[in-house]
């Protein structure tokens, strides 16, 4: 295709109504039908990256491969397109004007006035546009994060504005909206959405095509109501109604037609209906299973399932390609304690021990390992969740009482997990974590290798605290195996407990990479020994 073809999705009237979910279902029907799609998040604040905000605050951090600390929408655009995403798929308004800041010290804007417009927004735009000149992309699916109206996404609408100029035949705008049921009147109201369209309008930009996110199902009138109050062809007009899954959305959209509209406008060829069998099948596995496997998270922020979304999905993923129905269970791992871990974890088909930083909850981790360890439950910890592993290793089978993370104790007698000499002196948030893509040893016959099936794999990481290598030999002595190095450190990345069924613990995020098309192979093996342990339980 000769002309990058830039689409933008907006959202208004209420925020959190899914832009990155409907993002991702027409990057996925656009890609079905051979095009080279990828799809990037614009945050209007003012945080240079989500790397330093409180999970409470904006949920999971996602990692690209670059090591970029990015929104965590970027996780369902790799899961849903099986993409590898990087630091410019991912922009905040931090970012924008410490750019702007940088080339106005530079003397880049030869001592002119800098302003929002056309500083800002050309930095908004070159950003845009560069995605898909340097890597020639068929499709840049560009999200603007935030609702039309707030001051914080002005800068971002006003580029879109622009932009629609410049870009002529090249730019498709999708503007998604609330439409509420009102219990009352028995009916739904579709003023919200006029009023939000009739705001972007204001801004100087027509949407193309609206997305109604309802929960009751919308008839025809209601549709074409829509389409003649917001000036927007009969037809296009989607409804994105409730599922029981947002991997059914892409089929939705496409029974409606989404993909097909916009490339009828786009004057594309649209005859061929999109490739989705492998997406399909998935779906129908996903309502094939009927037994259930159970799984336990244990995690500090367990009452806010966004903080682990990575994980949840991964699970969800493994559990639908071993015929299982994911029933999960998220506790809070300062409310674990030694009388309490049976009654809340003895059920478990599996346990998986969440990554985290700081002090709080880690005791009731160890509580969480220790049971599961002396159980035999299939248990997996991820970053902090395999540090704990070591910690409580130490400190129950090594008897060293006091061994911990300096992280948790730097006056820790026992240093099992510390920081690496050339990271000790940097002050500086996020100058000390190792993050991003790093190579990866596995040792022939570990469970990481039946696992992957290969001994040389790439994993992403977001940490600052390493597996001390002095206490290795101590602890493989007493049964705990290092079966997974980097091979330019030979720092840890992976420890097994191999007398046991499945006891694993990675220092990197395999959740990170698990897609819906490829999920990742550790869980596809813990959720394969979870399952074996519901039928050995059940027997």
């Given at each position: 295709?000769?002309?990058?073809?830039?689409?933008?999705?907006?959202?208004?009237?209420?925020?959190s109504?899914?832009?990155?979910?409907?993002?991702?279902?027409?990057?996925?029907?656009?890609?079905?039908?051979?095009?080279?799609?990828?799809i990037?998040?614009?945050?209007?604040?003012?945080?240079?990256?989500?790397?330093?905000?409180?999970?409470?605050?904006?949920?999971?951090?996602?990692?690209?491969?670059?090591g970029?600390?990015?929104?965590?929408?970027?996780?369902?655009?790799?899961?849903?397109?099986?993409?590898?995403?990087?630091?410019?798929?991912?922009?905040?308004?931090?970012?924008?004007?410490?750019?702007?800041?940088?080339?106005?010290?530079?003397?880049?804007?030869?001592?002119?006035?800098?302003?929002?417009?056309?500083?800002?927004?050309?930095?908004?735009?070159?950003?845009?546009?560069?995605?898909?000149?340097?890597?020639?992309f068929?499709?840049?699916?560009?999200?603007?994060?935030?609702?039309?109206?707030?001051?914080?996404?002005?800068?971002?609408?006003?580029?879109?504005?622009?932009?629609r100029w410049e870009?002529?035949?090249?730019?498709?705008?999708?503007?998604?909206?609330?439409?509420?049921?009102?219990?009352?009147?028995?009916?739904?109201?579709?003023?919200?959405?006029?009023?939000?369209?009739?705001?972007?309008?204001?801004?100087?930009?027509?949407p193309?095509?609206?997305?109604?996110?309802?929960?009751?199902?919308?008839?025809?009138?209601?549709?074409?109501?829509?389409?003649?109050?917001?000036?927007?062809?009969?037809?296009?007009?989607?409804?994105?109604?409730?599922?029981?899954?947002?991997?059914?959305?892409?089929?939705?959209?496409?029974?409606?037609?989404?993909?097909?509209?916009?490339?009828?406008?786009?004057?594309?060829?649209?005859?061929?209906?999109?490739?989705?069998?492998?997406?399909?099948?998935?779906?129908?596995?996903?309502?094939?299973a009927?037994?259930a496997?159970?799984?336990?998270?244990?995690?500090?922020?367990?009452?806010?399932?966004?903080?682990?979304?990575?994980?949840?999905?991964?699970?969800?993923?493994?559990?639908?390609?071993?015929?299982?129905?994911?029933?999960?269970?998220?506790?809070?791992?300062?409310?674990?304690?030694?009388?309490?871990?049976?009654?809340?974890?003895?059920?478990?088909?599996?346990?998986?021990?969440?990554?985290?930083?700081?002090?709080?909850?880690?005791?009731?981790?160890?509580?969480?390992?220790?049971?599961?360890r002396?159980?035999?439950?299939?248990?997996?910890?991820?970053?902090?969740?395999?540090?704990?592993?070591?910690?409580?290793?130490?400190?129950?089978?090594?008897h060293?009482?006091?061994?911990?993370?300096t992280?948790?104790?730097?006056?820790?007698?026992?240093?099992?997990?510390?920081?690496?000499?050339?990271?000790?002196?940097?002050?500086?948030?996020?100058?000390?974590?190792?993050?991003?893509?790093?190579?990866?040893?596995?040792?022939?016959?570990?469970?990481?290798?039946?696992?992957?099936?290969?001994?040389?794999?790439?994993?992403?990481?977001?940490?600052?605290?390493?597996?001390?290598?002095?206490?290795?030999?101590?602890?493989?002595?007493?049964?705990?195996?290092?079966?997974?190095?980097?091979?330019?450190?030979?720092?840890?990345?992976?420890?097994?407990?191999?007398?046991?069924?499945?006891?694993?613990?990675?220092?990197?995020?395999?959740?990170?990479?698990?897609?819906?098309?490829?999920?990742?192979?550790?869980?596809?093996?813990?959720?394969?020994?979870?399952?074996?342990?519901?039928?050995l339980?059940?027997?």
């Amino acid at each position: 295709m000769a002309d990058t073809k830039y689409i933008f999705v907006t959202g208004g009237v209420v925020s959190s109504l899914g832009k990155g979910i409907i993002a991702s279902s027409l990057g996925k029907l656009l890609q079905a039908r051979g095009y080279k799609v990828t799809i990037q998040k614009f945050d209007p604040y003012i945080n240079v990256d989500p790397g330093t905000l409180n999970p409470y605050e904006h949920g999971e951090c996602f990692v690209t491969v670059d090591g970029h600390e990015a929104d965590l929408d970027l996780g369902h655009y790799e899961r849903f397109l099986n993409i590898q995403t990087t630091k410019e798929n991912n922009i905040t308004t931090g970012r924008i004007y410490q750019n702007v800041i940088l080339k106005e010290r530079r003397g880049d804007y030869l001592g002119k006035t800098v302003q929002v417009i056309p500083h800002i927004t050309d930095e908004i735009k070159r950003n845009i546009k560069s995605l898909g000149v340097k890597s020639k992309f068929d499709f840049v699916i560009s999200e603007i994060g935030g609702t039309v109206g707030d001051i914080e996404s002005t800068p971002y609408l006003e580029a879109v504005r622009q932009l629609r100029w410049e870009l002529g035949k090249n730019c498709f705008c999708i503007h998604l909206t609330y439409v509420p049921y009102i219990a009352a009147a028995g009916e739904v109201k579709t003023k919200p959405t006029q009023h939000s369209v009739k705001e972007l309008q204001s801004l100087g930009i027509q949407p193309d095509m609206l997305v109604l996110r309802t929960e009751r199902k919308l008839n025809k009138e209601i549709l074409d109501k829509v389409a003649l109050f917001c000036n927007v062809e009969h037809g296009a007009v989607m409804q994105s109604v409730d599922v029981t899954t947002i991997y059914e959305v892409p089929i939705m959209m496409q029974r409606q037609g989404m993909d097909e509209i916009l490339l009828r406008k786009l004057n594309l060829p649209y005859d061929e209906d999109p490739n989705m069998e492998a997406w399909n099948a998935f779906l129908q596995k996903r309502k094939d299973a009927k037994k259930a496997v159970n799984i336990k998270l244990v995690g500090k922020y367990a009452e806010l399932p966004d903080a682990y979304k990575s994980i949840t999905e991964s699970l969800s993923q493994a559990a639908i390609y071993n015929n299982r129905k994911l029933e999960l269970d998220l506790y809070q791992s300062d409310k674990i304690n030694s009388d309490n871990v049976a009654e809340l974890l003895g059920k478990a088909d599996g346990i998986i021990v969440a990554p985290g930083f700081g002090q709080r909850g880690i005791e009731g981790k160890f509580e969480a390992l220790k049971y599961a360890r002396e159980n035999d439950i299939p248990t997996f910890g991820i970053c902090l969740g395999m540090q704990c592993m070591v910690i409580e290793y130490a400190r129950s089978v090594l008897h060293l009482e006091d061994a911990n993370s300096t992280e948790m104790d730097t006056m820790a007698v026992h240093k099992v997990i510390d920081l690496m000499e050339e990271q000790k002196n940097i002050t500086n948030m996020g100058a000390s974590m190792r993050l991003g893509s790093y190579d990866c040893n596995l040792k022939k016959g570990s469970l990481a290798f039946k696992a992957y099936g290969k001994t040389k794999i790439k994993e992403r990481h977001r940490h600052r605290y390493e597996f001390n290598n002095q206490y290795k030999e101590q602890l493989e002595a007493a049964g705990m195996k290092c079966t997974g190095f980097n091979p330019d450190s030979d720092l840890v990345e992976v420890i097994e407990v191999p007398e046991l069924r499945w006891y694993l613990g990675t220092q990197f995020h395999p959740e990170y990479s698990s897609t819906v098309i490829s999920p990742n192979p550790l869980f596809m093996s813990f959720m394969a020994e979870a399952a074996i342990t519901k039928e050995l339980r059940n027997k």
